[in-house]
């Protein structure tokens, strides 16, 4: 898949910049329109749950994006670790 974007810095995957280059671009010339959609998929994974949930309201693609089952399994899993978890009560 698109491994080798995995170098690419945090800001350059931010939701700002991603709504910023969709929203002010006409379609037929906006970047994010024309990259694979594995390649979208990978960036839409790098954001946060709390960016992924408003990046959903931006069109039906971003939503169907958000969608991705692997991607909330990873978020859920780096966002909510074990030691951020209640120990269950005892009695």
């Known amino acids: ?3 080798s974007f995995h ?3 945090a ?3 931010s939701l700002t910049s991603v709504m910023a280059m969709e929203m002010d671009a006409p379609e037929e010339t906006t970047g ?3 990259l694979p959609r594995e390649l979208q998929q990978v960036i839409i994974d790098q954001l946060n749950a709390e960016e992924v ?3 959903a309201q931006v069109t039906c693609e971003w939503r169907d994006l958000a ?3 692997r991607g909330w399994k990873n978020r859920v899993q780096n966002d909510f670790q074990q030691e951020d978890q209640v120990p269950p009560i005892e009695g």
């Open 1 to 3: 898949m698109y491994k």
């Open 53 to 55: 949930v408003k990046a």
């Open 67 to 69: 969608k991705d089952e």
């Open 7 to 9: 170098f690419l810095p």
């Open 32 to 34: 994010w329109n024309h």
């Open 11 to 13: 800001a350059v995957l």
